[in-house]
């Protein structure tokens, strides 16, 4: 199963909003609505920030929302903060294993 | 609150195998609907899916992996085990165990432990 491709750096000032991506085939991404997003500050586990594509985890900013089109995933952080300085991660469901594939990840710098 | 907490050797020799255990508190890892997964991050790169035991005791494992992996649960314990035979230096990482929800996502995470293979 091939990794989801993600950009690896996006950046911006605080209070605009950026949008990362994440694509796939349709056998993951495409194919299921089972995408979810992970914020992961250094030296810390991965945090649950969207799952199942658009729905935010209680206690998740809302901020932070995902959507879909085609192959491809979307999170988006409106408002940008300091704090939403870290590594982002999608993943999805994947049936070429009956498992969960992950992107390469996306380093999110706010100026 | 559920809490996940891994333990394990953390220099393992290559060609050996590695043993983690994930302890479980705060819920039942019996409970319906889950599922329990390893997951881990070389030093500076991305995460990537290692397998996931599911509530009724079936495994699924990243095809890249499968011939060397083996997740088990001993529920008596409430906790689930990985481990990763004939590694290398390319399975140095940080391992994290999971509980995956239905729809492949991961609510609780453990702190995660390095593993780190050398000589």
């Known amino acids: 199963q091939s990794a989801l491709t993600q950009p690896a750096s996006v950046s911006g000032s605080p209070g605009q909003s950026i949008t990362i991506s994440c694509t796939g085939t349709?056998?993951?991404?495409?194919?299921?609505?089972?995408v979810s997003w992970y914020q992961q500050h250094p030296g810390k586990a991965p945090k649950l920030m969207i799952y199942d594509v658009s729905n935010r985890p209680s206690g998740v900013s809302n901020r932070f929302s995902g959507s879909k089109s085609g192959n491809t995933a979307s999170l988006t952080i409106s408002g940008l903060q300091a704090e939403d300085e870290a590594d982002y991660y999608c993943?999805?469901?994947?049936?070429?294993?009956?498992?969960?594939?992950f992107g390469g990840g996306t380093k999110l710098t706010v100026l | 609150q559920l809490q996940l907490q891994e333990s394990g050797s953390g220099l393992v020799k290559p060609s050996q195998t590695l043993s983690l255990t994930c302890a479980v508190s705060?819920?039942?890892?019996?409970?319906?609907?889950?599922?329990w997964s390893w997951i881990r991050q070389p030093p500076g790169k991305g995460l990537e899916w290692i397998g996931y035991i599911y509530h009724s005791g079936s495994t699924y494992y990243n095809p890249s992996l499968k011939s060397r992996v083996t997740i088990s649960v001993d529920r008596s314990k409430n906790q689930f085990s990985l481990k990763l035979s004939s590694v290398t230096a390319a399975d140095t990482a940080v391992y994290y165990c999971a509980r995956d929800v239905d729809t492949a996502h991961f609510d609780y995470w453990g702190q995660g432990t390095l593993v780190t293979v050398s000589s």
């Open positions: 349709s056998s993951d991404v495409g194919g299921y609505n089972y």
């Open positions: 993943s999805s469901y994947t049936s070429s294993s009956t498992g969960v594939v």
């Open positions: 705060g819920g039942s890892i019996s409970s319906g609907g889950y599922s």
